[in-house]
Structures are given as structure tokens and as C-alpha cells.
């Protein structure tokens, strides 16, 4: 549970989504606060709305689902929302869980709690070390990268098994990015059963495994084969990706971001936290959201584009990591 110092009041969070551009954005709205006598985090309020299909987009949205300290109601059909006294339930939960989760498997006539509790169980942190990618793991399929990496080479085993011709071009368009690099292959071997990953560098005879490669390298395969997870999840949080990476390969990773971010197809919305001005370098202002800590100990969060002088200083050719080494991304 997240409380801040000297504060008694609950969190509050507000979550806006869609499934597609062409669908009705959805609102959840979640108050956690602490229970006074086991101290234990509880959930306050939670509510979902939305605007009625017939509103044509506009309107004040209404809620289909709306509990306080557990009680309150839901209504039950894809496009049944407050005032249909017909489709209305009264429930109650356990305030020590998301009611979201119990309502998706006891009403699946309403497919929309069911695909926001979806949306949000799909949400992926991205915190790659090298040092775990360099495990030998036993051979065995895993869908997709795991936290910390560590899993690559089982990734690597179902992609090549289930998408060959994908992800034979995958490995070919890693190749041309990541330099030095000739071929990427997976290894299994018979005796010990374990999985390696051979990388072919130019120059070399023999292949280098990923126990011998360097951080940058493995670093960079790890995000590009996320990139190209043929099931991506629909937000990806990625932390500090500057860490163990050459400097000139943090333009290309952040292109690759935002190709994958902005296509049409399997996109993701990917979240980035940075310390590296070169990184923002590779950025617009318009995505780049700074976050400030007040002299009361609580944060601000505000839009770089949102400052004037610093999208025209952009917009004349000067870098955006430099404007803030320069100190000019600093609140004035």
C-alpha cells in the first residue's frame, strides 16, 4: 500500500481507458484507505462509468458499477448503466479486494468489467538485468519475458516453435540493430537439457553464448524481443533502459518505442522512467512528462510541450536532454 508521510487521508487514483479508438472510453475510479484496527490497506470506493451509447459521445458519463466500503451496485449488461432500474444489482465484498476481479467471473453478462480486469492483470514491468538474462535455463516454453529477463532463452524456444517465419525476421531485423552482430540462434543442449542463445559475431569463428555477451547487448536483444512479443501487453512500464547501454543505441531503442507505441497494429502505450539525458534527446516534447518533488515532499507532474520556451528551443534544433543538463526543464 502506498501512504505518504503525515498524511491520513486514502490514495486515490483514476484510470482512463478503451479498449480501441472506436470504442467508449471507460473510467475507474479507485479510493484505498487504511483499516484502523489490523492497519491493513482496504478499499474505500470503487466506480466504474461510462457515457451511454446513445449519448453519441457526449454527456455526463453514468455509472455501471459503484461501491462504498464494499456495498452498493452494479448493473448487469454490455451497455446497461445507472438508471436502468432493471439491469440493477445490489452487492457487497471483502473491502480487502478489488471488487473488479470477483464481478468479472460472477457476471459475465457485462464483458466490460471482464476486459478492464483484463487490461489491468496485463500491465507489464520492465526492469531487465543482464546478469539474469546470462541464466542457463531449463529448456521450456514461456510465452513472454518475465520482470528481470531472466527467461529470455524459453521466450526465444516458443517463438521459434510457434511463430518460425516471424520470428526468423525478428531475429534478422535484431541482427541489423544491435552492432556486431551476424546471426541470433537458439541452443538446446541434449545432454543437460538446457537452453542457450548463440550469438554469431562478425569476425568470430565460434558463437558467443549469452553468458558472454555484454550488458548492452543483452539489453537490447531483451527489449526488442518484447517489442515484437506477437501477444504484447496492452501497457508496458519500462525502468531506467539507459542502464549497461552504448549511448548512440539509446536513439534507436527509443525509435523502436515509439514505432511500437504509435502503429496500427499490437500496439502497446509504453511508459518510460529516465535519468539520461541522452534518452530524451531521442524525444519530443509532447512525450516527455517531467516529475518534480516539492518543497512538501509531494510530487508535480507537467508536460515538457506544455513550456513555451522550451518546445520553441527545441523546435530550432536544440536537443531535449540538453535543455534539461541546462537546467531548463526546471520549474520556473
Known amino acids: 500500500m502506498l501512504v505518504s508521510s503525515g498524511v491520513v487521508q486514502p490514495m486515490s487514483f483514476t484510470v482512463y481507458y478503451r479498449e480501441s479508438h472506436n470504442d467508449r472510453p471507460i473510467t475507474y475510479e ?3 484507505g487504511k483499516e484502523e484496527k489490523t492497519g491493513l490497506p482496504i478499499v474505500l470506493s470503487e466506480r466504474l462509468r461510462q457515457r451511454a451509447k446513445s449519448s453519441g459521445g457526449s454527456g455526463r ?6 461501491l462504498e466500503n464494499g456495498k452498493g451496485t452494479v448493473y448487469v449488461g454490455d451497455d446497461a448503466l445507472e438508471g436502468d432500474e432493471d439491469s440493477k444489482r445490489n452487492v457487497e465484498f471483502d473491502t480487502h479486494k478489488l471488487a473488479i476481479v470477483s464481478l468479472a467471473e460472477q457476471f459475465s453478462e457485462n464483458p466490460r468489467i471482464a476486459q478492464f480486469k483484463k487490461f489491468i492483470q496485463s500491465w507489464y514491468l520492465s526492469y531487465f538485468t543482464p546478469d539474469s538474462a ?6 521450456g516454453i514461456q510465452k513472454h519475458l518475465n520482470l528481470h529477463g531472466d527467461n529470455i532463452a524459453n ?3 516458443f517463438m521459434e516453435r510457434n511463430h518460425k517465419a516471424a520470428f526468423k525476421r525478428i531475429l534478422e ?5 544491435i552492432p556486431g552482430i551476424g546471426t541470433i540462434e537458439p541452443y538446446r543442449d541434449p545432454i543437460t537439457n538446457t537452453l542457450y542463445l548463440l ?8 558463437p558467443f553464448t549469452q553468458r558472454q555477451m555484454s550488458d548492452g547487448t543483452l539489453k537490447m536483444f531483451s527489449y526488442l ?12 512500464c519500462i525502468e531506467e533502459p539507459e542502464n549497461g547501454l552504448y549511448h548512440k543505441l539509446l536513439e534507436t531503442l527509443a525509435g523502436e518505442f515509439r514505432v511500437h507505441a504509435t502503429g496500427k497494429k499490437d500496439r502497446s502505450q509504453i511508459f518510460i522512467t529516465t535519468h539520461q539525458p541522452y534518452v530524451v534527446d531521442a524525444l519530443e516534447p509532447e512525450e516527455v512528462w517531467i516529475l518534480e518533488k516539492g518543497p512538501n515532499g509531494f510530487s508535480t507532474i507537467r508536460r515538457a510541450s506544455d ?6 528551443m527545441v523546435a530550432e534544433g536544440l536537443p531535449l536532454g540538453g535543455l534539461w543538463y541546462s537546467d531548463y526543464l526546471d520549474a520556473r
Open 173 to 177: 531485423d535484431i541482427s541489423k540493430k
Open 155 to 157: 521466450v526465444v524456444q
Open 199 to 206: 550469438f554469431k559475431d562478425r569476425g568470430f569463428a565460434e
Open 30 to 32: 479507485i479510493s484505498i
Open 225 to 236: 524481443l518484447l517489442l515484437n512479443d506477437p501477444e504484447p501487453a496492452p501497457f508496458i
Open 307 to 312: 513550456d513555451k520556451v522550451v518546445k520553441s
Open 61 to 66: 458519463p453514468r455509472s455501471f458499477l459503484h
Open 134 to 139: 546470462r541464466i542457463v535455463p531449463q529448456a
